[in-house]
């Protein structure tokens, strides 16, 4: 499973490589209520440029894909 970002009601996928930078701008977004921009993919895996307002934003999910879902066995 890939690592993915869900804003609202719109999905992402995130790079690998992207991931430390994106959660980073993430918490400076949401804990100092700013703008940032973030690099991520969309469901075709189209390299897309997200902006999100810290301020704003109604609800954020960030699954990083760190080991087995409550349902599943490792």
């Known amino acids: 499973m ?3 970002i869900i804003i609202g009601q719109s999905e992402w996928t995130i790079k ?4 430390e930078a994106v959660v980073s701008k993430l918490r400076d ?4 209520r700013a703008t940032v921009e973030l ?5 075709e895996g189209r390299a897309v440029s997200v ?3 810290g301020a704003t934003v109604p609800s ?3 699954d990083l894909d760190e080991g087995p879902r409550p349902s599943e066995m490792s």
Do not use: E, H, M, Y
Request: glycine letters at 0%; aromatic letters at 4%.
């Open 16 to 19: 690998d490589a992207d991931a």
């Open 60 to 62: 954020l999910v960030l």
């Open 39 to 43: 690099p991520l993919a969309d469901a």
């Open 2 to 4: 890939a690592k993915k």
């Open 51 to 53: 902006f999100v307002n």
């Open 29 to 32: 977004a949401l804990t100092q």
